[in-house]
């Protein structure tokens, strides 16, 4: 399911919006002295508070999250810049990386938690005045991070994808296969020896032939 994210240029304090489009590249803050791959919510969580001088952890365990571990190659990213003006689009097409040289907490550094993006439009921001009413609307969420999935028709409209919309409604097509498994199970049961199996299975068959 492709989810569209709202993700400010602003790790670590500092607008790094250049270093977003020279990059391709978006990114959070937090440095916590190493990566974080493969780390349970909790585990992570842990992470952000022993690392030092990480005083606001809580306020940033949201963002972490979102870019390491819910993002996914496919979804779209928006990203407001700080002059009010300026929004820039991509599609996200890397897993979580982690960039050791950032992971310093000092001014201008600090954002080693990225993910490789696509940028539409050859790296030109969309106007902010341009955009419909119910997107403008949820920028104004005062985060650094949100996910803004509710919006996906709209920004498949902006970037002329309509295919972005169509694959999220169709059907799945290898779940034909999945249902003939499924009855060839309720038929070995009730064909089985045991009793309260084969009880089971009737039961099961009886309740949805009245459906």
Same mark, same amino acid.
């Given at each position: 399911?492709?989810?569209? %994210?709202?993700?400010? /240029?602003? /790790? ?44 606001? %952890? ?27 003006? =300026? ?7 890397? =897993?979580?990386? !982690? ?19 696509? %940028? !539409? ?31 996906? /028709? ?16 169709? /059907? =799945? ?14 038929? =070995? ?23």
């Amino acid at each position: 399911m492709i989810k569209v %994210w709202l993700l400010r /240029p602003l /790790p670590h304090g500092t607008n790094q919006m250049q270093y977003f489009l020279d990059n391709n590249r978006i990114a959070v803050g937090y440095p916590v002295g190493g990566s974080l791959a493969n780390l349970s919510h909790d585990e992570l969580r842990e992470r952000l508070r022993n690392a030092p001088n990480n005083e606001n %952890w809580e306020s940033g365990i949201g963002n972490v999250v979102r870019l390491v571990r819910f993002m996914k190659p496919g979804d779209i990213v928006v990203v407001p810049d700080e002059n009010a003006r =300026d929004v820039y689009l991509a599609e996200i097409i890397s =897993d979580y990386i !982690f960039e050791p040289h950032l992971d310093e907490n000092r001014e201008g550094t600090g954002f080693p938690h990225q993910r490789e993006v696509r %940028w !539409f439009f050859d790296k030109q921001p969309v106007m902010r005045n341009e955009l419909p009413e119910a997107l403008l609307k949820s920028l104004r969420f005062p985060g650094a991070t949100a996910e803004l999935s509710k919006h996906l /028709p709209l920004i498949a409209e902006i970037i002329g994808d309509a295919n972005l919309v169509e694959t999220e409604h169709q /059907p =799945d097509t290898n779940i034909g296969h999945l249902i003939d498994k499924a009855l060839q199970v309720l038929e =070995d049961a009730l064909n089985s020896p045991d009793v309260n199996v084969s009880l089971q299975a009737a039961d099961i068959v009886l309740r949805y032939s009245k459906l």
